[in-house]
């Protein structure tokens, strides 16, 4: 998650996951004070989805170290795969501090493959927040029992995902899924992850992946209940840039770990570093704005 800030401020904040560094650049921190304000923090997605986790985790911690303790409000503003809230964050947003905004990949990726529905430009704001995440994709008990026993014995099954876009960050998953030979069919158009979820729980798809967030809070009580088995995870870089098992989930193999057992080599080519670009760009540089 990244969040930004139509603003030249920046204020400094610290917590145990990240350290955010905000500067005043007219005004020194003891010169500010918010008491009795508000700032709105726009998510664009719909709630329940890991960005709307993680707003709502950072949103009291940044009331609590601000200058007058102001309140911080989480307002989720969904549609068109998040472009709809950047349009309104760059269009209409004040430029005065009182609200900042979220993006993840799923609004990275169309900016950066020019979706025709991008109305904004990331140098027209300034970061205030930036954090790293990860993913875990699972399937429903059954599918999930007989991927356990050899994934192969999967790869002719007909795969359905709630999707928000092709140029969202699903993105991820589908290109890791196509790369594995799996039969994957997406819906496009929803609104958010915690809404691909949902449809899960509910039997209209059998595959679905989640934010690491999403998935600690969401997923988990269904893994405890038996009816969603984790079958990856997208792991996460080391110092060298290798991709290795992520600590949150150290049980669970990576998506290279899932090639290397299906295809007996280590993913390479154009294919490969296509998604380790998106990964890099989605998963390793999340924030806020």
């Known amino acids: 998650m990244t969040v930004f800030i139509k603003i030249n401020i920046k204020l400094f904040l610290s917590t145990l996951i990240v350290c955010i560094l905000f500067t005043f650049s007219h005004q020194s921190l003891a010169e500010v004070d918010l008491n009795g304000k508000s700032i709105k923090w726009v998510v664009p997605f719909s709630e329940g989805g890991g960005a709307d986790v993680l707003a709502r985790f950072y949103a009291p911690l940044l009331s609590q170290n601000l200058p007058g303790n102001p309140n911080v409000e989480v307002i989720n503003m969904p549609g068109a795969g998040s472009t709809k ?9 004040p430029t005065d501090g009182s609200v900042i905004f979220s993006t993840s990949g799923s609004t990275q990726f169309p900016f950066l493959l020019d979706d025709p529905r991008v109305k904004y430009d990331y140098k027209d704001w300034e970061v205030i927040l930036a954090s790293s995440t990860g993913g875990v994709a699972y399937l429903p008990k059954e599918l999930g029992a007989l991927w356990n026993k050899d994934p192969k014995l999967t790869l002719n099954e007909n795969y359905t995902y709630a999707s928000q876009g092709p140029t969202r960050l699903d993105l991820v998953p589908l290109l890791a899924w196509s790369m594995l030979g799996m039969n994957v069919d997406p819906i496009f158009g929803i609104k958010g992850r915690a809404d691909g979820r949902l449809m899960f729980e509910q039997g209209y798809v059998n595959i679905d992946y989640q934010t690491s967030s999403s998935f600690l809070s969401k997923v988990t009580p269904l893994v405890q209940r038996g009816t969603a088995i984790p079958i990856m995870t997208w792991g996460i870089l ?5 991709i290795i098992r992520d600590p949150n ?9 899932v090639y290397m057992q299906i295809h007996s080599k280590e993913p390479s080519g154009s294919d490969w570093n296509a998604w380790k670009a998106f990964f890099i760009a989605g998963f390793s540089t999340h924030g806020c704005h």
Do not use: K, L, V
Not at 85 to 93: E, H, M, R, T, V
């Open 85 to 93: 809230g950047a349009n309104w964050f760059s269009a209409q947003a």
């Open 249 to 257: 989930f150290p049980d669970i193999p990576t998506f290279r770990e």
């Open 238 to 242: 080391d110092d060298n840039g290798d």
